[in-house]
């Protein structure tokens, strides 16, 4: 795939579109140049792939049994940043979209672990050791192992008679939420390698200074000139392919272009004016005609009835929210807390709890 080009279709009397170059692809990284475009387009691209691109990861693990000499919060952070295949999460629903209580096998894949030793020797707990549940036609939500040994990453060391036994459920989410999310373990991202813009004074040449011209001696200096060539390397984390995460981005980035547009004039680019009934998810933005945070009164991110920062239905305020009072919250009053009785789960990712936890 090496230099490979891809020129779209430019029509006659349009502007010249974006532009696309491949300089080296395999299945866990792409480098690509994207050139006649500006800065804020491409810093979009970089932006949204890290964040707002949809895998699956562990998002809450039951322990049943735990006689390792590691906590059980030790234990599920590990298990969330445990890369699960994400090729196929379009076949689940995001949970807070989905018509379950609170997880079902529309939107979350379940996975099992059960170790014991029973010798002299240290057993060693792997990511191999998960055992997927098969309801889903896909591969979706398998541990994914890149090691030659075919092992995984280390979950867990047990002594003898030391035992493990759990189980975890796996959904879908963007990186915006939680790291664990994340499709993408580096995204590079360099412009003017020669440093004709005089960003800085001591500007280090990469690579990338070698497919451009060199600034000429007693060349005057632009202060119009703007960065039209824009240098990427995209390495993926293993839950996907990398192409497939620069395509997903750029879904991404068309549907909150297409929300946006909605928003404005609903009647020009969506018909009759849609009523949300509160925050959405990015993949039903082009079906209702919102953007997420669109609501019956407020239309911004930080204040309102029904936001994402707000009151009511929230990610942070009132209602059945993760950190407001009422219904199952996780440090609220009501209902069933983080700290209040039954149970014995924790949420998966750095430093989140589940709905119940042993300190009762």
């Excluded at 792939?49 to 030790?74: C, Y």
């Excluded at 059960?114 to 020797?121: F, G, L, R, V």
């Excluded at 990186?175 to 373990?185: G, I, Q």
């Excluded at 009072?325 to 789960?345: D, E, H, I, R």
Aim: charged share 20%.
């Amino acid at each position: 795939m090496d230099g490979m080009d891809y020129d779209p279709m430019v029509m006659d009397g349009e502007s010249e579109v974006p532009q696309v170059k491949i300089s080296a692809a395999d299945g866990t990284r792409v480098d690509f140049e994207l050139s006649k475009t500006n800065l804020s387009f491409a810093n979009s691209i970089r932006r949204i792939i890290q964040a707002e691109v949809p895998t699956i990861a562990v998002d809450l693990v039951e322990i049943e049994i735990n006689k390792s000499v590691l906590a059980d919060e030790f234990i599920a952070h590990r298990l969330g940043l445990i890369p699960l295949n994400s090729k196929g999460v379009n076949e689940l629903n995001y949970s807070r979209d989905c018509d379950c209580d609170q997880y079902c096998e529309q939107c979350s894949v379940t996975l099992t672990l059960h170790a014991k030793c029973t010798s002299d020797q240290i057993m060693k707990v792997y990511a191999r050791d998960l055992v997927v549940d098969g309801r889903h036609a896909s591969s979706v939500g398998s541990p994914v192992i890149l090691d030659p040994e075919g092992l995984g990453c280390l979950i867990a060391k047990l002594r003898k008679d030391q035992e493990l036994k759990l189980t975890c459920i796996a959904k879908k989410g963007i990186a915006k939420e939680h790291a664990k999310w994340m499709p993408t373990s580096a995204v590079g991202f360099e412009y003017d390698p020669h440093n004709k813009l005089h960003h800085l004074d001591m500007w280090p040449k990469s690579k990338y200074a070698e497919w451009e011209e060199p600034l000429q001696e007693g060349e005057k200096f632009d202060y119009d000139a703007q960065p039209e060539r824009f240098y990427f390397e995209v390495e993926a984390s293993g839950t996907m392919e990398p192409d497939q995460i620069v395509q997903g981005g750029i879904r991404a980035l068309q549907q909150k272009i297409g929300a946006l547009l909605k928003g404005l004039d609903p009647r020009k680019y969506g018909g009759e004016e849609v009523d949300a009934d509160g925050p959405q998810s990015p993949a039903l933005n082009m079906d209702g005609g919102t953007t997420p945070w669109q609501d019956q009164g407020y239309t911004t991110p930080y204040g309102g009835n029904m936001t994402s920062y707000g009151g009511g239905n929230t990610a942070y305020g009132g209602g059945n929210t993760a950190y407001g009072s009422g219904g199952n919250t996780a440090y609220g009053g009501g209902g069933t807390t983080a700290y209040g009785a039954g149970g014995n789960s924790y949420g998966a990712g750095a430093g989140s709890y589940g709905s119940t936890t042993p300190y009762s």
